[in-house]
């Protein structure tokens, strides 16, 4: 740097130099013409004193320099042009410019603190409209020229002043306010970019400008949509823009200008931003927009675009009114066993089925049409449509939540209105042994948790309550079977306190309980009831304050479970029920017993009780009647011979 300093001072004494004193104003900009011509085959320096640094060094032939705040070019008339933005208190001092010993300049920049100068202005307008904005001033100036300028690709360009007047462009002066305002009318897309509007200072020999920078931001609206949402519904838009597939996306609402625009700010990965998620596809030109539940705020109107410049973007309208309907949104869950799985839904007449299930991130993502095997719609009323869809191949990582909607289309816009939310749970199917045996339960698990410890517990796991993989306590061994994606925990002696409700779980960054099953365990003790048909009876089944409790008539007592719900097998007024739960026993009454109520029953909770329960006839009673009959026969007949002899 030393050398270069030397050589610089060398050609300042050797070159021609030129002196200029310029002010500028902390927080604008100034552009001065130096009135020295740009020399296009030597290098450019731009050096500042005091202390000494360099700000410009090129040897390139390029007609635009720019470092940082800096820049050094060629204007229309070939001159060079200085350009030194966002200007601070540091930057006042001496600086000397030079064409490599053509020419010098020694510029003395004076900075003031002024209120004229403020951060730069951005401006939306739409095609078509007329773009209006603001240029303050210094009162030192209020009887200097105003001008505007306009930064092109390698250049800055005067449009307007007082001897060079551009159509659809015009200018204002308020000088007992020291502003000017500028209208441009029926802007197009080429209007967009960035001007700098301030006072031009004549020095004869030199000029500049002291400005202000104004971003002008063009839109141009493609097309307009409405849709219609109900509160605590899902919604799924896509705004399509094949045409653009790599160009940044948006969408933001009108009723704030659209001062803030939601972008993912990632290309094709889902990012949350705010109450909303955002997915850029590049691959397709989609920005995907997900309300996860809808509410009374998102209701308005909004722009879904997509940026084809720095300045100029295009988008489309959509406004969005939330109805307030009964119907809508529906939640449902729903338990079941791995293999197959049926849903079914309403949606309008004449739309199209959208199914997805929520991600980790609560996103809605599009199922897989390799995993519905079955999908079929039926007309139940003028006006909607049920869906059957069954889903096949159902394993622990397909557990979750599920949206079902329609899905409209227009020329840009495709919304999904999620209106029914199923939460599917998946079980095991229960485990049925007897007291002393051994059992099984078996637990799959997805092939990402292989490496993860795995834990079995009798309630949902905890880092207090667990037993980790291929580890025994007491009778519960555990074994993790990593080719197959199965751990099994085996518990041997079986009692009627080991029967429960039992959570298969994955350590992670949490714990993870993900699938559960029932061990029901048949206590030794059977009992045995005989009545007659007419008689009442009370059974008391044992439980130990469980929200779940059996009592049904079937064969095998896994029956009386299913989709990890106990089933109440028995529906008649004859039935009824009391819980005395401090006693830990529930009380079973039937009336008026008939043969047919005989069988086998069970009852408890998950320690069951097997009941044989006979009902008989009473033969006792009925022939008390018929010797009473036939005596009175044989009375009567006897009566009727004595009359007769």
């Given at each position: 740097m030393k050398i270069l300093l030397i050589f610089f001072t060398f050609y300042l004494i050797s070159a021609e130099v030129k002196y200029i004193d310029v002010t500028g104003y902390s927080g604008g900009s100034l552009l001065l013409d130096s009135g020295?011509?740009?020399?296009?085959?030597?290098?450019?320096?731009?050096?500042?004193q005091d202390p000494r640094r360099i700000i410009i060094h090129s040897k390139k032939h390029y007609k635009w320099i720019n470092e940082g705040r800096f820049t050094l070019f060629k204007n229309n008339e070939g001159l060079l042009m200085i350009y030194i933005r966002d200007l601070s208190k540091d930057d006042a001092g001496r600086y000397l410019i030079n064409d490599y010993g053509k020419w010098s300049i020694s510029?003395?920049?004076?900075?003031?603190?002024?209120?004229?100068?403020?951060?730069?202005?951005?401006?939306?307008?739409?095609?078509?409209?007329?773009?209006?904005?603001?240029?303050?001033?210094?009162?030192?100036?209020?009887?200097?020229?105003?001008?505007?300028?306009?930064?092109?690709?390698?250049?800055?360009?005067?449009i307007y002043n007082r001897w060079k007047k551009k159509e659809r462009f015009s200018i204002s002066d308020k000088k007992n306010k020291n502003v000017f305002s500028v209208k441009?009318?029926?802007?197009?897309?080429?209007?967009g970019g960035v001007y700098l509007c301030g006072v031009w200072i004549n020095r004869r020999s030199y000029s500049y400008s002291v400005i202000n920078t104004v971003h002008l931001h063009i839109s141009t609206k493609v097309g307009m949509s409405r849709e219609t949402g109900y509160p605590g519904s899902g919604l799924m838009m896509k705004c399509e823009h094949p045409q653009y597939k790599t160009r940044p996306k948006y969408i933001c609402k009108e009723s704030d200008r659209c001062s803030e625009k939601n972008n993912p700010g990632v290309q094709d990965e889902w990012m949350k931003n705010g109450d909303v998620s955002l997915y850029d596809d590049t691959r397709a030109g989609v920005l995907m927009v997900f309300f996860r539940e809808l509410k009374a705020a998102d209701e308005g109107t909004y722009r879904c675009g997509v940026k084809v410049s720095d300045y100029t973007?295009?988008?489309?309208?959509?406004?969005?009114?939330?109805?307030?309907?009964?119907?809508?949104?529906?939640?449902?869950?729903?338990?079941a066993y791995p293999g197959e799985v049926i849903f079914s839904f309403r949606i309008p007449e004449q739309q199209t089925l959208y199914l997805c299930k929520e991600d980790d991130d609560q996103i809605c993502q599009n199922i897989s049409s390799s995993k519905v095997t079955h999908m079929s719609g039926s007309s139940e009323r003028n006006e909607e449509r049920v869906f059957t869809v069954s889903i096949s191949n159902v394993s622990v990582r397909?557990?979750?939540?599920?949206?079902?909607?329609?899905?409209?289309?227009?020329?840009?816009?495709?919304?999904?209105?999620?209106?029914?939310k199923i939460q599917l749970n998946l079980i095991m199917p229960p485990v049925v042994?007897?007291?002393?045996?051994?059992?099984?339960?078996?637990?799959?698990?997805?092939s990402i948790y292989k490496s993860k410890p795995k834990s079995l517990c009798k309630g949902k796991c905890s880092t207090r309550d667990r037993n980790e993989n291929e580890t025994k306590t007491d009778r519960l061994t555990l074994k993790d079977d990593v080719s197959t994606s199965?751990?099994?925990?085996?518990?041997?002696?079986?009692?009627?306190?080991?029967?429960?409700?039992?959570?298969?779980?994955?350590?992670?960054e949490t714990e993870l309980n993900y699938l559960y099953t029932h061990l029901m365990v048949i206590v030794n003790e059977e009992l045995n009831l005989?009545?007659?048909?007419?008689?009442?009876?009370?059974?008391?089944?044992?439980?130990?304050?469980?929200?779940?409790?059996?009592?049904?008539?079937?064969?095998?007592?896994?029956?009386?479970?299913?989709?990890?719900?106990?089933?109440?097998?028995v529906r008649d007024d004859r039935f009824s029920f009391s819980d005395e739960a401090s006693a830990g026993v529930f009380t079973v009454n039937i009336t008026d017993l008939r043969e047919e109520d005989s069988g086998i029953y069970w009852c408890g909770a998950h320690a069951i009780t097997k009941l044989n329960l006979t009902v008989r006839t009473d033969y006792t009673l009925i022939n008390m009647i018929c010797v009473s009959s036939t005596l009175m026969l044989i009375g009567g007949f006897t009566l009727i011979m004595c009359k007769l002899t």
């Open positions: 020295k011509p740009w020399i296009s085959y030597s290098a450019k320096y731009m050096v500042k510029m003395v920049l004076d900075v003031k603190e002024d209120l004229c100068c403020k951060a730069s202005k951005r401006v939306m307008v739409n095609v078509g409209e007329t773009a209006s904005f603001s240029c303050e001033y210094s009162q030192n100036h209020i009887n200097d020229d105003k001008i505007i300028f306009k930064e092109e690709k390698a250049s800055i360009e005067m441009i009318t029926a802007v197009t897309p080429d209007d973007e295009i988008f489309t309208e959509l406004q969005l009114r939330l109805r307030h309907d009964e119907k809508y949104p529906v939640a449902v869950t729903k338990t397909d557990a979750g939540v599920y949206w079902c909607g329609a899905e409209t289309r227009d020329t840009y816009l495709t919304f999904i209105s999620l209106t029914t042994r007897r007291e002393g045996e051994s059992a099984e339960i078996i637990c799959p698990y997805d199965v751990f099994t925990g085996t518990i041997t002696g079986l009692t009627a306190e080991d029967a429960g409700k039992y959570w298969c779980a994955v350590t992670s005989t009545k007659y048909e007419g008689d009442d009876v009370s059974i008391q089944c044992k439980h130990h304050d469980e929200e779940q409790k059996i009592f049904c008539k079937a064969d095998q007592a896994s029956v009386c479970v299913k989709d990890g719900v106990s089933l109440e097998t």
